[in-house]
C-alpha cells in the first residue's frame, strides 16, 4: 500500500528530532506505536467480520441453491404418490368389480 524506505523513515525521525526535541521524543514515540497498534487491531477486526460477512453470504447462496435444486426432487416424489394413488384407486376398482363379477355368477 504505501511504499516507505528507510531513508524516508530515516527522514522523518530526524525531523521529528528536531521538531519534538530529544527529551520528548522517547514519549512520542511510545504514544504514536500505540496508536500504530490501536489502528491495527481495528484493522484486523474490520478484515474478521468482513471475512465472516462473505462467509455468512456463501453459505446462504449455497443453502438457496441446494433448496431450488431439492424442490425438483420433492416434487417427484409427490408426483409419484399421486400416480401410486390413482394406481391403488383403479386396482381397488377392478377388484371391485371381479368381486361383483364372481357374486353374478355365482
Known sequence: ??????????????????VVGPERLPGLARTAGAWVGRARAFVGNVKADIDKELKAEELKRILDEQARLSNPLEEIVEQTRQGLGEVKKDVEQIETS?????????
Open 1 to 18: 500500500m504505501f511504499d516507505v524506505g528507510f531513508m524516508e523513515l530515516l527522514l522523518v525521525g530526524v525531523v521529528a528530532l528536531l
Open 98 to 106: 371381479l368381486t361383483q363379477d364372481a357374486r353374478k355368477d355365482d
